[in-house]
């Protein structure tokens, strides 16, 4: 993973998402939808560093912050904003189903 993707676990799941904007990539090694999302996710990351931070997760090495997430499809994508989900987007996607929720997010915040 890119140095823009900071790997997480269920240990510090928690901290990371309570303040700001961020994105949790939930995925699995052995997913292929897994591995294809990603170099897009990456791209992402590195495009809206200056606006939020992503986050990686493999669900077999943290099966209970999955399970807490209701994470049960992998690859799955959720945005939090101070600790609350606000979009979830299951399965792999072209880029643009992730950037409008980024655009939306970082219109909202720019109007506050």
């Not at 900071?6 to 676990?9: A, T």
């Given at each position: 993973?890119?140095?823009?993707i900071?790997?997480?676990?269920s240990?510090?799941?928690?901290?990371?998402?309570e303040?700001?904007?961020?994105?949790?990539?939930?995925?699995?090694q052995?997913?292929v939808?897994?591995?294809?999302?990603?170099?897009?996710?990456?791209?992402?990351a590195d495009?809206?560093?200056d606006y939020?931070?992503f986050?990686?997760?493999d669900?077999?090495?943290?099966?209970?912050?999955?399970?807490?997430?209701?994470?049960?499809?992998t690859?799955?994508?959720i945005?939090?904003?101070?600790g609350?989900?606000?979009?979830r987007?299951t399965?792999?996607?072209?880029?643009s189903?992730?950037t409008?929720?980024?655009?939306?997010?970082?219109?909202?915040?720019?109007?506050?």
């Open positions: 993973m890119s140095e823009d900071i790997l997480v676990d240990y510090d799941l928690d901290v990371r998402i303040n700001g904007f961020c994105a949790v990539l939930f995925y699995s052995w997913c939808h897994s591995r294809g999302l990603i170099p897009i996710i990456e791209e992402i495009e809206y560093y939020m931070r986050y990686a997760l669900v077999e090495q943290s099966p209970d912050a999955a399970s807490v997430f209701a994470v049960d499809t690859p799955t994508v945005f939090f904003r101070n609350k989900i606000i979009e987007i399965g792999a996607n072209p880029p189903a992730y409008e929720v980024i655009e939306d997010v970082i219109a909202v915040l720019d109007s506050e």
